[in-house]
């Protein structure tokens, strides 16, 4: 019997067109092409699994070892141990696979960004010999656990308690939204000290949690409606009792958690301009392929003039990105521009994705066509690594010299 979806003429929006009207990375060469090419592979190879798994809500972790198997995993981080990306090449990974799929793509930002990065940057050389090659290579899933459920922008505030006590620290406390925190791997949790007699008590430190360790509950938030294929969790933390060297020593206060973040908004703004690229070109295909009144949408001039805007945004979005990668391996990128550029490309990414899924008409809000997995997947990064009204404030101080945070 024939029914009457198989006439239904079928669209194809998934191709890479390779947006770069500026030619912004039309320069990029030798080591740096070679990694995004791999990721383009990768993403080609996996690409098609992630509707399914984001459809089902499942957390697929055999494409998070194949990704550390593919040393995709190691964003900026620098350490002897494990392999160095340049900032444009971390960068072009995290667009590429965020172009692909945004859990993935917060996987880099979760198992690299963080995790990775705060072991390199304040493990002990022990720690660092045991866990960092495992962790690059997604052997060992790793967590980065700061923001608790009374603390999110105000994580400054964290109540997350770690006791002092003879030959071990008693960690007691409550984390929420963790990447990985439920995965049976390791999670680094910031904690504040408390040991009235030592020279760091109140301070922020991380502490290094094995997840088997008795008194350590990681669960799987359930019922979410973006990045559904990456599993954050709700851990609680009821006197967990861990070695005298399970501090990272190079953790000292909470700039150190921080400084780990700033490193990461970067590739927030990347990530944005990886789901950004694939909402334009799914809506260029899809206009050309689509007719209505006789015609291909891309025919009528409103149609031309929304492609326009997109593209006029887009490209926006490469400049900073670039930019960024540019001052960064100058040595000269600070926080606060990597907050302009969070700032700028997350708002731009929201607007793009959402005039995509309107041009993709009715189609546009099956998952089949991506791109309202992407607006969907958008609306977490806009909130994760600090908000849309913390960059504001965040860059606001920076220029004015007055503090608004109160
Ligand atoms: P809130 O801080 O409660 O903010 C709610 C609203 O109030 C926002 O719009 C915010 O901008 C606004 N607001 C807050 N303060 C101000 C102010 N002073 N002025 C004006 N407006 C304000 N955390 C981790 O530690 N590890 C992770 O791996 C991790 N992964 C995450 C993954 C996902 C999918 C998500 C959603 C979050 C993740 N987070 C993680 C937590 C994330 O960093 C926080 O969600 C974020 O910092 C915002 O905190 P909140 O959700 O508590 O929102």
Same mark, same amino acid.
């Given at each position: ?36 090419? !791999? ?60 172009? *692909? ?21 304040? *493990? ?12 690059? !290579?997604?052997? /060992? ?47 680094? /949790? ?31 938030? %359930? ?41 990461? !908004? ?20 899809? %206009? ?9 949408? %891309? ?25 960024? %990668? ?81």
């Amino acid at each position: 019997m024939t029914l009457p979806g198989d006439a239904v003429p079928r669209y194809d929006v998934s191709a890479r067109l390779g947006t770069d009207y500026y030619a912004v990375f039309a320069d990029v060469a030798g080591d740096d092409l070679a990694v995004w090419r !791999r990721a383009q592979s990768f993403v080609d190879e996996v690409g098609g699994r992630m509707h399914a798994a984001w459809d089902a809500a499942e957390y697929p972790l055999d494409l998070v070892r194949r990704l550390g198997e593919l040393d995709l995993l190691v964003d900026g981080v620098q350490h002897p141990a494990v392999t160095s990306f340049s900032p444009l090449a971390a960068g072009l990974v995290t667009m590429e696979i965020s172009r *692909g799929d945004g859990s993935l793509g917060t996987v880099v930002a979760v198992q690299g960004g963080l995790a990775l990065r705060t072991l390199a940057l304040y *493990g002990s050389a022990a720690q660092q010999a045991r866990w960092l090659v495992p962790v690059a !290579r997604a052997e /060992v899933l790793a967590a980065f656990a700061l923001t608790e459920p009374d603390h999110g922008s105000d994580s400054v505030s964290l109540e997350t308690v770690a006791r002092r006590g003879g030959d071990e620290w008693v960690l007691r406390g409550a984390k929420k939204w963790i990447g990985n925190g439920a995965s049976g791997g390791i999670t680094l /949790v910031w904690a504040r000290v408390d040991d009235a007699s030592a020279p760091d008590h109140g301070q922020v430190r991380c502490f290094l949690v094995e997840q088997s360790a008795p008194g350590y509950t990681g669960t799987v938030i %359930a019922g979410k409606g973006s990045l559904r294929g990456i599993h954050q969790a709700h851990i609680a933390l009821d006197d967990v009792r861990l070695p005298a060297d399970a501090v990272l020593p190079g953790s000292h206060t909470f700039k150190d958690a921080s400084t780990v973040l700033y490193a990461t !908004r970067s590739g927030v703004a990347w990530s944005a301009l990886g789901h950004a690229t694939a909402c334009y070109e799914a809506a260029l295909q899809y %206009a050309q392929q689509r007719t209505q009144f006789g015609r291909p949408l %891309a025919k009528f001039q409103m149609v031309q003039e929304r492609l326009a805007q997109m593209l006029e945004e887009l490209t926006g979005m490469q400049l900073y990105c670039r930019h960024l %990668a540019d001052l960064e391996t100058a040595g000269g990128l600070r926080p606060t521009q990597a907050s302009l550029a969070k700032y700028h490309n997350t708002r731009a990414a929201r607007r793009i994705a959402s005039t995509a899924r309107d041009l993709l008409g009715g189609n546009g809000i099956l998952l089949e066509h991506g791109v309202m997995q992407h607006l969907a997947d958008i609306e977490a990064i806009h909130t994760y690594e600090g908000t849309e009204s913390i960059q504001a404030l965040l860059i606001g101080r920076d220029i004015t010299g007055m503090s608004a945070f109160v």
